[in-house]
């Protein structure tokens, strides 16, 4: 193998044969060539020196056969608290500088194969035990004739400290941002209940006073009932902050729901105009997240038109050809599309404002009156949707948004079944558990009166021992999620290990059955959220007590 002259020992070996020789026994030309290639691989070796002490990342030279450090510069020793004198001879190991013997030799192995390594995280282990995030490459050297790894480090710990306050921050704003929009229903919401309320009280006195009940009072009892239970349903879709599932849905029964609450967001100095095509138009999207979409568009369209002004929202079908994507949508792929639309007679927006109104934290508002963040999470709940926003705007001339959203002609929505209330008769044994005394009492009737033997109990300690007690068979547990001692799924559990012929059926005020999807939760239980009305639990039960056994697990 050729000699190599950037070698410190053997420039070091060539010098001294070079002066033992003398400028005699040399031809005077070599001579000088030499002792001019001395002179500048000393000054490299300087060169060299005064980079790596002086580098503001983290450098380190240390031998491939037994990982022990030759040279560590003083970022290196400053930042991982030591010296050279400990250092120098020592492994990263006996340092304690890797997190674990394992990670290096896997690295090692990578860099054996590849000859280096860019650019990979990993943490390092400072003197008291805190530790810093590197970015850190590495690369095989030669020193001395000896196989060595230098390797060489960025301390990037306030950065990623950085973007990760960045990012909780973020979700912060999104947070309030939805607050925001909430906070502008609490008003209409109050009112909305207040009426719904007196409807239900005055016809309740009625019924329990001295005036006659009449089929009327009932009807109005039960509508109002319903009114209460869409507006909080639709509360709770749109305030949730876990994702939802988008399903197939009808975006004209969407737009019209979410369209009842606008009047409260955007104010009586502001008419509301909905157009809906006739005909049903099917999209699979997250209901909540469209219902936010509008929910942000309305609160603009208001700030837009603080003196009063126009908002239109419209459904419709549209075929997007060749010529509108050259033109116009460019990102959109040809085909028939489900378009909302929402327009306002608003103050409008310039070339420049259009040109960011989709970006994070970007706002023409006034400070403290906007996050920011509206028409940024609108952007990403279309795009995650699978669709298309566009926008058109003039100062003076106000603004409208269409959002663009792949039409679903492949299935159909199953009809509602008939609302007459279906009283199927039963005769299996159901053990109700259920902590509210009046909801217990009101399902314990309905569950009589259809014919089923019912077994009660105000909590699970109370369930448990009916249902070891009780001779006979159990059909189905009724039981709801939330409970003193402990909850539903766990009584559930506990009463399965004893009659593994038990079905379940949960009932809960929360907004979905997340708790029996849980790890450890019950693969065939079923969920009927509260509020529900007789003909949803007398169809709900009667369909688990009627289905095929389901054979367990192998």
Known sequence: MPQRFDEPESRNRLRQKI??????????????ELQQRIQQLEASEHKFSLAFQASPALMAISKREDGRLLEANQTFLQTLELTLEETVGKTSTELGIWPDPETRERVMTRLDSAGSIHLFEFPLHRRDGSSIEALSSMATIEVDGQRCVLFMAIDITARKRAQEDREQLQAQLLQAQKMEAIGQLAGGVAHDFNNLLTIINLNAEMLGGELEPTPQGL????LAAQRAQDLTRQLLAFGRKQNMEPQLCDLNQMV??????????????????MTLTPDPVLVIVDPGQLSQVMMNLAINARDA?????????ETSRFQVEEHHVRARHQNVLPGIYAVLAMADTGSGMDETTLSHIFEPFFTTKDKGKGTGLGLATVYGIVKQSGGHIWVYSEPGRGTQFKIYLPLNTDEQIAPEEASTLSQQPGWETILLVEDDATVRSVVLGALGNWGYQVLEAADPLAAIEISEAYP????????????????????????????SEVQVLFISGYTDGAVIQQEGGLRNAAFLQKPFNMRDLNRKVRRILDAPPVLPES
Request: hydrophobic share 40%; net charge negative; glycine share 12%.
């Open 305 to 313: 038109m603080p003196h009063g002004g126009h908002l239109l929202v």
């Open 256 to 273: 019209g729901e979410t369209g009842k609450m606008l009047n409260r967001i955007i104010g009586e100095h502001i008419q509301l105009e």
């Open 472 to 499: 006979g068979p159990i059909h189905l547990l009724i039981s709801d999620v939330v409970m003193p001692h402990f909850n539903g799924l766990e009584l559930a559990q506990r009463i399965l290990a004893r009659r």
């Open 19 to 32: 002066l033992g020789l003398g400028e005699d026994s040399i031809h005077k030309s070599h001579f000088a």
């Open 219 to 222: 009807e109005e009892i039960l």
